[in-house]
């Protein structure tokens, strides 16, 4: 078990660029998670897979982003046309069962 | 949507005391959870309780499901338990989409 591994681990960005995050999961688990969470709060969810298949979306999750997890293993999260307000920690966690476990996350910030 | 309430949101302890942390939820609630958030960001998932106890060490939780609350007993504080719990839960049977509280901010000092 080598965990959730998220990478880059920071990124800075000018306002109006695109980025992409990266999580590889815990291998055997089928289920993948990307979580957003701002300074002070609890995560909020924005998707949820099941192997390939993405198979809930928050209302969080605008057109700018996307995430997809093509064969079922890693995953990637695109924000396009970055604002400001996109500036925060992106966690990914992954599951066999219902309990998540979470990787160290992506900080983004947004200038 | 499901609301989930935590207190106190921030709590202050001398090594070697106890502490009970609450979170109260707003409607049936399945895959209650609890997370604790180090000082360096790293959420670790410590129960997942949905109703009755379970202890893990120095940990417990409970969960009333018909009076929609659970608790987690923090025993023997240690300053490596500082950081921020949380409790999550999803709204219903076959959702994996966890609600988090705003979390209580534990400090243990020395």
């Known amino acids: 078990d080598t965990g959730v591994s998220q990478d880059p681990r920071h990124k800075i960005t000018k306002r109006g660029q695109n980025v992409t995050f990266r999580c590889d999961p815990i291998s055997e688990h089928n289920r993948l998670y990307w979580y957003r969470q701002t300074l002070g709060q609890g995560p909020e969810f924005l998707t949820y897979?099941?192997?390939?298949?993405?198979?809930?979306k928050s209302r969080l999750l605008s057109d700018r982003f996307s995430a997809e997890r093509p064969k079922g293993s890693f995953s990637t999260l695109e924000i396009q046309r970055t604002e400001q307000g996109d500036s925060a920690m992106y966690l990914c966690?992954?599951?066999?069962?219902?309990?998540?476990?979470f990787g160290q996350g992506t900080r983004l910030t947004v200038v | 949507g499901i609301q989930v309430e935590q207190s106190p949101p921030d709590l202050i302890l001398q090594e070697g005391a106890n502490s009970t942390l609450r979170c109260n939820f707003s409607d049936s609630v399945n895959n209650l959870q609890w997370f604790h958030q180090n000082p360096w960001g790293q959420l670790i998932n410590l129960f997942y309780?949905?109703?009755g106890t379970k202890q893990n060490g120095r940990l417990s939780a409970t969960t009333v499901a018909t009076e929609r609350y659970s608790l987690l007993y923090i025993s023997s504080s240690q300053t490596t338990d500082s950081g921020v719990y949380f409790c999550?839960?999803?709204?219903?049977?076959?959702?994996?989409?966890?609600?988090f509280g705003k979390g209580t901010k534990l400090s243990v000092i020395p």
């Open positions: 897979f099941q192997n390939e298949a993405q198979l809930e």
């Open positions: 309780i949905p109703s």
């Open positions: 999550a839960t999803t709204p219903g049977a076959g959702s994996y989409q966890l609600t």
């Open positions: 966690a992954s599951s066999l069962g219902v309990q998540p476990h």
